[in-house]
């Protein structure tokens, strides 16, 4: 198994933009999911750059080949609380191809995010609810964090992508800042990535917006397309991508 590769779909649940529906009655029951929807505001237009720089080249290059990628993280969104206080949350995330994803929130409680690759489900456990979505259109680049193999294409080609040097006690990391084109209609003005090994394994992300974003990474593995043709058995199981909602759940259709 693989330690290195860029995850150019997480700035994490950064950008799912699904809304919560009927029952909101406090911060704690509402999606943790839609960090950049607390976070970002649409920017105004610029045209768009069309030639891509070399550090452009080299991220819409890193996900080849990855077959699924499985990390830990920790999301911190900046004054996003209920009094004004850093909101912060930590879980866990699974990821293949075919727009197939998973997001295990632990804290500040119980959530899991689901995605079969058409439709995805959220399950607010502390409410038991259940809110259904069908899938935006592939290739958003505002989802490229979730779209495993074709959506940080997608968003590099809508930025100017350049290094940048990162801090002396991280040895070994490499740094990108991405900036959208104007004309698009990414929700973020700047993302600056922190990047390590030779496929470029994140170990910071930073989404700059109406507040602040900022998700820490741990333990992320990775199965080659490769490697998964050879052993199957290896990937991450097809049941992660699917949920039932509980039998006693309140379930919203929000397609």
């Not at 819409?60 to 990855?66: F, K, T």
């Not at 058409?118 to 779209?147: C, H, M, T």
Request: hydrophobic residues 40%; proline residues 6%; positive net charge.
């Amino acid at each position: 198994m693989m330690r290195n590769t860029m995850l150019g779909l997480i700035i994490l649940c950064c950008a799912v933009l699904i809304t919560s529906a009927a029952r909101r009655p406090t911060v704690a029951s509402t999606p943790i999911t839609s960090a950049t929807s607390l976070a970002a505001q649409p920017v105004a237009a610029k045209p768009v750059i069309i030639k891509q720089s070399a550090a452009g080249k080299e991220l819409m290059e890193a996900q080849q080949g990855i077959g699924d990628l499985t990390a830990k993280f920790a999301l911190i969104i900046t004054g996003a609380g209920k009094n004004g206080e850093d909101f912060t949350a930590q879980g866990k995330m699974w990821l293949t191809t075919g727009r197939q994803y998973a997001v295990q929130y632990e804290q500040p409680e119980r959530q899991r995010l689901v995605s079969d690759g058409n439709k995805r489900w959220l399950y607010l456990e502390k409410i038991n609810q259940v809110q259904i979505q069908s899938l935006p259109p592939a290739g958003n680049a505002n989802d490229f964090f979730l779209e495993l193999g074709g959506g940080l294409p997608a968003l590099v080609k809508q930025c100017e992508v350049k290094r940048f040097a990162v801090e002396k006690n991280m040895p070994g990391v490499s740094g990108y800042i991405l900036v959208p084109n104007i004309g698009t209609q990414l929700e973020f003005t700047q993302v600056k990535l922190w990047v390590q090994g030779k496929n470029l394994l994140p170990v910071r992300v930073v989404v700059q917006a109406v507040r602040q974003v900022r998700v820490e990474f741990s333990e992320v593995e990775i199965h080659t397309l490769e490697e998964l043709v050879r052993e199957p058995e290896k990937g991450v199981p097809t049941s992660t991508f699917r949920f039932e909602p509980p039998k006693d759940a309140e379930v919203i259709q929000m397609f």
